[in-house]
């Protein structure tokens, strides 16, 4: 229950800061994880970025005030953070369908957010494979990218761009090769390519995502980005076996539900560090892919 009752001390400290700046580093300080990830769990639990949370609830507020008082459009606006009436206004209006000066007329239907509140939520009808292993300081080599935390999901595209950059320029078989590992079509497990993420900081509201294998015993292979990942407990999670044209799909529903079904319910909190996509190959000749995030 510490892992949820952070996320909502996170979510407490966000409306007792409505009409301030909201510093994204203070909350994801408050949920002890970094900006990157609060705001990552925080979509995939409530389904809606952080930034349009904030918006709803202001916007909430303000339609409140200017029902149930007599302040000035420019002193609302100035309140919530926008620098002219119009501005507000505008905004104002994209949510509710009226302009603040109709939304003062009684019988005018509003639009109304609550604050949110996690909670544990008692599902389980579709089952969940996972397991706990510890393993000692892992290393990884391949090519990195670093990408701001997009709040609108332009990482669901950004990411497979970055992957299908590098598979055209050969960067997938050259990794391989210098891998050592023999794969081929008929190979069934984990193959060699997979990828790491948040294994170190890179500032600000930005993360490192690196198409990756495991350091042969040979040492890292020159032209690659090395990465060391410290010795953890981790919580894997395994998909159900898809077409490749599916895995993007698979992943991002898995990842949700770990973090609004099994981590809520279970007796482990997320660390904030490095987390594993690996893909693998099934004994029928499917895809499947694992999740790996550190825990304590």
Same mark, same amino acid.
């Given at each position: ?37 609060? &705001?990552? !769990? ?30 000035? $459009? ?10 002219? @009436? ?6 104002? &209006?994209?949510?509710?369908?009226? +302009? @603040? ?20 939520? $008692? ?23 670093? *990408? ?10 950004? $990411?497979?761009?970055?992957? &299908? ?15 050592? $590992? ?7 497990? !984990? ?22 294998? *495991? ?14 990942? @410290? ?5 894997? *999670?395994?998909?159900?076996?898809? +077409? ?7 992943? &991002? ?8 079904? %099994? *981590? @809520? +319910? ?25 999740? %790996?995030?550190?825990?304590?």
């Amino acid at each position: 229950m510490g892992w949820l009752e952070r996320m909502n001390s996170a979510i407490n400290y966000i409306e007792e800061n409505l009409t301030e700046e909201i510093d994204n580093t203070k909350v994801a300080e408050i949920a002890c994880c970094s900006v990157y990830n609060f &705001q990552r !769990i925080f979509s995939f639990m409530t389904d809606i970025p952080l930034s349009e949370y904030i918006r709803r609830r202001r916007f909430t507020l303000a339609a409140l005030e200017l029902q149930n008082s007599a302040i000035k $459009i420019i002193d609302l606006a100035l309140k919530y953070g926008y620098q002219s @009436p119009e501005a507000f206004s505008r905004a104002f &209006q994209n949510m509710h369908g009226v +302009t @603040p000066t109709i939304a003062r007329n009684q019988g005018v239907y509003l639009k109304a957010y609550p604050c949110i509140s996690f909670q544990i939520s $008692i599902r389980g009808d579709v089952e969940m494979n996972y397991r706990i292993e510890k393993k000692g300081t892992l290393s990884v080599f391949g090519v990195e990218e670093v *990408f701001t935390n997009f709040e609108n999901d332009e990482n669901l595209k950004a $990411i497979p761009e970055f992957w &299908q950059n590098e598979i055209k320029k050969g960067t997938l078989d050259r990794i391989t090769k210098a891998s050592g $590992i023999k794969w081929n079509s008929s190979c069934k497990g !984990i193959g060699p390519i997979n990828a790491v993420m948040c294994y170190r900081d890179t500032g600000g509201n930005t993360f490192p995502y690196m198409i990756c294998a *495991f350091t042969p015993v040979s040492g890292v292979p020159k032209g690659f980005t090395y990465a060391e990942i @410290p010795a953890l407990t981790w919580v894997i *999670f395994k998909t159900e076996e898809h +077409t490749e044209d599916k895995t993007s799909g698979v992943i &991002q529903a898995l990842w949700k539900r770990i973090y609004t079904e %099994w *981590f @809520p +319910t279970s007796d482990y909190e997320p660390l904030d560090g490095p987390e594993f996509e690996m893909y693998g190959v099934s004994e029928n000749g499917k895809k499947y892919c694992e999740i %790996w995030i550190p825990v304590k």
